[in-house]
């Protein structure tokens, strides 16, 4: 969520259960700002905060010039001095999935990940059972890595695509009306796209190269494993991932205010393609 908007919006998804303290908002929105000074961003966002068994982390991350690729993420144990969160290593993205356990707090602790028999996510095939050490700090990393690919949302037109390459905050984005809110596919992945050009393209009639070139949400499998609700006389949507439990996303219909949170132990839910009923 943006930077101008952490007080207000957490208070208005509190009643997901996505419950920030009000101490815990003033300093975040204080330190932010700082960081946002410091390093020159055009914009800083807050991401959202994993529970750890002694200290959690808060997540956050800004741009200079491009609002896709060229997000940079901080971590932090206190919300107010904010460390670089490395880029995910190749190992991290491979164990942190099988990774059970809880976060602890501790940047440096190394965990144990017991590696099953006949794994294969891994790319080879183990005989007998492994055991391998991931640094919770690059477990950190590897999990926003994930949960950003996989659940981040944004409204159709929020970001606008340059000529040039670039992708850039529409300025004349004007918000989702009601009718589009109540669509799946008025919401797109914030994530660099998976799909071919022409598969979005001729998934809409009114298709806009500038504004679709993003992976719209209704592509996503199991149809149904996003929760979609109006709140509020029908003046904000909410969109819960069910396999990112604790995850939230918010739009004011009619104007430019969105954003989302991720507030939980950064544990995916695997079991709902069996949880969702295929008669729905």
Known sequence: MNLDSIVECLNSISHTGHVISTEEQLILHNSLLILQNENHFR??????????????YYVAYGYVKDALVGRIYYYSRNCVNWGLLPRPTKDGLLLTPL??????????LLTEVLIEKDET?????????????????DRLSSLVTILTNEATVIPRGALFRRPDGVVVENLSFEGLSIIESREIASFLHYRQPTQKYNTNLLA??????????????DIDIPEGCWSLQLTS???IVILQSLYWPG?????????????????GHGKRCIDIPFMISPFI
Not at 43 to 56: M, P
Not at 99 to 107: E, L, N, V
Not at 247 to 263: A, C, E, L, S
């Open 99 to 108: 990774c059970t356990s809880k976060f602890q707090g501790d940047p440096a």
């Open 233 to 235: 006389g029908n003046s």
């Open 247 to 263: 995850f939230v996303f918010y739009h004011y219909m009619k104007t430019p205010k969105y954003g989302y949170v991720y507030i």
């Open 204 to 217: 809409r009639d009114d298709y806009n190269h500038a504004m679709d070139f993003l992976d719209p949400l």
């Open 43 to 56: 914009n800083v966002f807050f991401w959202g905060k994993i529970l750890g068994a002694e200290k959690d």
């Open 121 to 137: 996510s891994l790319g080879e095939k183990f005989r007998t059972p492994q055991i391998r050490k991931l640094k919770e700090e």
